[in-house]
């Protein structure tokens, strides 16, 4: 499973938000599909605080844009069972390392801010979003 970006797709609105292409990749299945652009600051931001959160309880990585989530189910320490969600039905289902998804969307933040930075992209939503890293 990956998580994919654009980087030649990135572009700053007048009031500052930063959009991108994002979505998630696992062999041919896309979510929320292939080449989904949105608010790629303010949902790396959300994933990053939930991700760091994840126990017994589960978590969510929720899109801006449409009605698209992933709920993560914990079942051990090491594995979780992820739930793709469109429109609230269950899409897809994969199970996962806890700590291969951590890193990357830890990669993945990383690689957003540095490609903002060459940007020069200056938004409150970066600044809060590098404060995680």
Known sequence: MEIIINK?????????????????QHENFFFP???????VVVILY???????YLNENGSEL???????????EHLSNKMIRMYFFDN???VYELDFSKSKLKNKIQE???AVVNHCDEKHYISEDL?????LL
């Open 62 to 72: 929720e899109f801006m844009d449409g009605d698209f989530s992933i709920k993560i």
């Open 33 to 39: 599909e292939k080449d989904w652009s949105d608010f």
């Open 88 to 90: 609230g039905k269950i």
């Open 127 to 131: 600044e809060n979003l590098r404060s």
């Open 46 to 52: 959300w994933w990053n605080k939930n991700i760091n």
């Open 8 to 24: 030649n797709s990135f572009n700053q609105s007048k009031k500052g938000n930063i959009t991108s292409i994002i979505y998630f």
């Open 108 to 110: 993945i933040t990383k």
